[in-house]
């Protein structure tokens, strides 16, 4: 009975490696939510006949277990969304560079790390989406001017937790500098009539709903609330055209330092930003492909062109503990 | 006390992280956020515990010791949101009476003047938690009140007390134990939670210590700041000791009789009734409810894929359900059996991991195990020459481990108390007939505790059924649950995908919760 039992216990506690020792197979981390990945590596599997393992979870902590597994990890490609995250993850030392002709060529040079450790897959536009019924989109110019006195009362916004928030003060520091960055975000807050919403489309509802008329939002929730209600009377508002243009951010991978199969991870990442996969890729989430021959999602598309702001995205992970230290000190929940 | 140091292990990688101080985020956050958050986390802590203890033990006596219209089956019913987490309750609350929920509708349509109502506050916030969490004190306090039998009662009533005097001067006092237990875990749930506060957007706590690891990307300053936590739950219970300590919980008569019940009449039966039926009503029809009618309305094929999760989900809810079970009787046998110091504080430490939120636990728990496994291999390597890859970490051993670690409070605390009701001179008689060690646990211990032990193992299998952070970071691969799913779904805001899987874990979240109310009204 004695050895039955212990023979079970290994057993249990044998199951991180057992399956892992493949040559042949690659094994992702992902931030990014399953449903949004595996329709991609499902098509890769058919395509090279290499399985794909994955696990998701959140990208903190992901990026300790890669940091605890130091050169044990069966980890080879790294996912994640937002750049902050990103370069995070560079930071600290678990992705390692990628000279690739493909990826250079695929993804413009704002949109991955400038020492290739990461590569951007898909692009989120963080823009203003504001009521139909209520404004004229001649009221509205820039992220800066939502603090403006006329907006008063009418200004939503989500939480200053979510990383999306962190990186748009984020690259507000990086452009105007902190004492401005900090006036203009105590602006925003003076302007809401209620607490910050715990999601983007709580926000829109509320938009909706009319308890405000302007908010700040990914793209893509707003062309989510669009598929299941095309009625809703909201617009979106491209700002900042005249000046740096609207905040990118990107979701993105690299190759963890101690791949094992760095060759066949080098080359999972250049497809995910070849044409055949941009096209799910962006549009399973509504988001903008990088690679910019591709066509976005017909929905995505019908909001027209616009300026993105050039700054590249590794910057905001240099000035988000900043970022989030001044939304703080103004009160920005 | 080997068992101890283990299950203590992530507690002191919390406290050991005070060797690397991290002053400008301390800084920072002591200039700013740190005082509204701690005010905001005791105003909750000062509202669900009464409010729990108010819905569990008026429920628990109203169920146990008296008699009313539909008793029988509020026995039961009155469980069943023990199945749905926090989290869920939160995200299906602000569905229903969020600004753009239907209630908020219907009032502006009919009342424009009333306005915008934002539930997001201190009262909406504890109301959820409380909702989620009266169970614990429920479960409790039933069980105390079942298996204290009638004679106390009626000795106290022949003294000539009033039924509500004897139950404020005799029952409630003998229950103490189970409440006091009871209550431990709904404060800890409530200083631990991060899924229901941060769906509210409401900031306690545990929001500085995410934010000081996700934000600021200082994983030290958030275990530095878990460690308050530890702390200050460390003083709550050594305070609840020190005041219980001199007390003694014994029961002398048999126990049994079910139809001693107190028979409510007129106006009171009534009023029991309508108070049962509106807390069942609130806690669990309502949420149900509105996620049917969500998850009907996102059904599609992936909905299959959802009976594997469930039946992962329930698999380590078992299985974990029994080891920490059997660690909590060790654990409470070796305390009762060797009153001291030594083992007061082992079992103290063993139950803190309660109190840590799920994710800071997580890393606890597998920073030692990287280092153990790469000492193991290493070492292996150099001695055999094999190249082996990792092997504890993301296995489902470590899972479980992580999972008994996390859960041992609530195991511990029926156990510990059921071990409570057995008097001394019943296990002096046993010895000196001459059984003793195992014999003892298996003859007199197991048999006397039996439905403490049974809520001990309920508890922890539904506890991680619904336990997210944890798994989410730990689970081996192809190894995801419907906690998992839920999260995946609701950190993108798709409230109505989330439902498909919030009901699933729901409906197998029933299957043990009907189970134990089957099994202690057998008893009883």
């Known amino acids: ?333 | 006390m080997l068992i101890a140091i283990v299950v203590a292990t992530p507690v002191l990688v919390v406290l050991g992280s005070f060797l690397a101080p991290e002053a400008d985020i301390w800084q920072h956050l002591a200039d700013n956020v740190l005082g509204g958050l701690i005010l905001n986390t005791l105003k909750l802590l000062f509202c669900v515990i009464p409010l729990t203890a108010v819905l569990g033990i008026s429920m628990g006596w109203l169920t146990a010791g008296c008699e009313y219209p539909g008793r029988r089956f509020f026995s039961w019913a009155l469980v069943l949101p023990f199945a749905i987490p926090p989290y869920v309750f939160a995200f299906v609350y602000l569905g229903i009476f969020d600004f753009s929920g239907p209630v908020q509708g219907v009032i502006r349509d009919v009342f424009p003047a009333i306005g915008f109502i934002d539930i997001r506050n201190t009262a909406g916030v504890s109301l959820i938690l409380s909702l989620a969490f009266y169970p614990y004190v429920y479960l409790m306090s039933r069980s105390a009140f079942l298996s204290q039998g009638p004679s106390t009662m009626e000795a106290a009533r022949t003294l000539g007390q009033s039924p509500v005097g004897a139950f404020f001067r005799v029952a409630l006092p003998m229950a103490r134990p189970w409440v006091a237990a009871g209550l431990l875990l709904v404060a800890m749930e409530t200083l631990a939670d991060f899924g229901a506060v941060a769906i509210f957007n409401y900031d306690t706590f545990t929001t500085a210590i995410y934010k000081a690891w996700f934000g600021m990307f200082s994983l030290n300053a958030a275990l530095q700041l878990s460690s308050i936590l530890v702390v200050f739950v460390l003083t709550v219970l050594v305070l609840e000791q020190r005041f219980r300590q001199r007390l003694r919980f014994h029961e002398t008569g048999a126990v049994s009789a079910p139809d001693r019940r107190l028979k409510l009449t007129g106006v009171s039966k009534w009023l029991a009734f309508t108070a049962s039926l509106t807390l069942f009503l609130l806690a669990f029809a309502l949420p149900c409810s509105q996620l049917g009618l969500w998850a009907w309305n996102s059904l599609n094929v992936d909905a299959l894929r959802h009976l594997e999760h469930a039946l992962n989900t329930l698999l380590l809810g078992m299985v974990t359900a029994v080891v920490t079970t059997a660690i909590a009787i060790v654990i409470a046998y070796s305390k009762s059996s060797n009153p001291g110091p030594v083992m007061r504080w082992a079992s103290r430490l063993a139950t803190l991991g309660y109190a840590l939120p799920g994710t800071v636990l997580a890393v606890g728990v597998f920073i030692p195990a990287a280092w153990l496994d790469n000492r193991l291999l290493n070492t292996l390597g150099e001695l055999t020459g094999i190249k082996a890859e990792i092997f504890i970490q993301g296995s489902l051993g470590l899972l479980i481990v992580a999972y008994a670690i996390r859960f041992m409070a609530a195991g511990f605390g029926s156990v510990d108390s059921a071990m409570q009701r057995i008097t001394p001179s019943i296990v002096e008689a046993a010895r000196s007939m001459g059984t003793r060690g195992t014999a003892l646990l298996k003859r007199i211990y197991l048999p006397m505790t039996r439905t403490g032990v049974f809520t001990a193992a309920i508890f922890v299998l539904v506890d991680v059924m619904k336990e997210m952070p944890i798994t989410l970071m730990m689970r081996p691969f192809n190894w995801d649950t419907l906690a998992v799913k839920i999260f995946e779904y609701t950190s993108e805001g798709e409230w109505e995908l989330a439902a498909l899987p919030a009901v699933g874990l729901i409906l197998t979240g029933l299957l043990p919760v009907l189970l134990l109310t089957q099994r202690s009204e057998s008893i009883k």
Do not use: C
């Open chain 1, 1 to 333: 009975m004695n050895k039955a039992l212990l023979t079970f216990i290994l057993a249990v506690f044998a199951g991180g490696n057992v399956a892992s020792s493949y040559a042949d197979e690659l094994v992702v981390y992902s931030a990014r939510k399953e449903y949004l990945i595996k329709p991609l590596f499902d098509a890769y599997t058919a395509k090279t006949g290499i399985p794909i393992k994955y696990i998701t979870g959140k990208a903190g902590a992901l990026l300790e277990r890669l940091k605890a597994e130091g050169s044990r990890t069966p980890a080879d490609l790294f996912i994640t969304v937002d750049a902050g995250n990103l370069w995070k993850a560079a930071e600290e030392g678990v992705l390692q560079p990628v000279e690739s002709a493909t990826l250079k060529a695929n993804v413009p040079t704002h949109l991955h790390d400038p020492e290739n450790r990461w590569f951007g897959l898909s692009v989120r536009a963080r823009t203003i989406v504001y009521n139909k019924k209520k404004v004229s989109p001649s009221d509205l110019s820039n992220y800066t001017s939502l603090g403006d006195s006329k907006w008063k009362g009418r200004l939503l916004l989500r939480t200053s937790k979510k990383v999306y928030n962190q990186s748009l003060v984020a690259s507000l520091i990086a452009e105007k500098g902190e004492a401005t960055a900090e006036k203009v975000v105590a602006s925003w807050i003076a302007n809401l009539p209620v607490e910050p919403f715990s999601s983007d489309t709580k926000a829109l509802e509320a938009v909706i709903a009319g308890v405000g008329d302007v908010t700040v939002v990914n793209t893509y929730y707003f062309g989510r609330l669009l598929k299941k209600d095309p009625e809703i009377p909201l617009a979106i508002f491209w700002p900042d055209q005249g000046g740096s243009g609207v905040h990118m951010n990107v979701s993105g991978a690299g190759v963890t330092r101690h791949s094992k199969r760095r060759d066949q991870a080098v080359k999972l990442l250049e497809w995910l930003s070849t044409a055949e996969a941009q096209e799910t890729f962006a549009s399973l989430n509504l988001e903008y492909p990088v690679n910019s021959t591709v066509k976005s999602d017909p929905l995505v598309a019908s909001w027209g062109e616009f300026k993105g702001n050039p700054m590249n995205v590794a910057r905001y992970g240099k000035y988000q503990a900043q970022a989030i230290k001044l939304m703080d000190r103004v009160g920005y929940k």
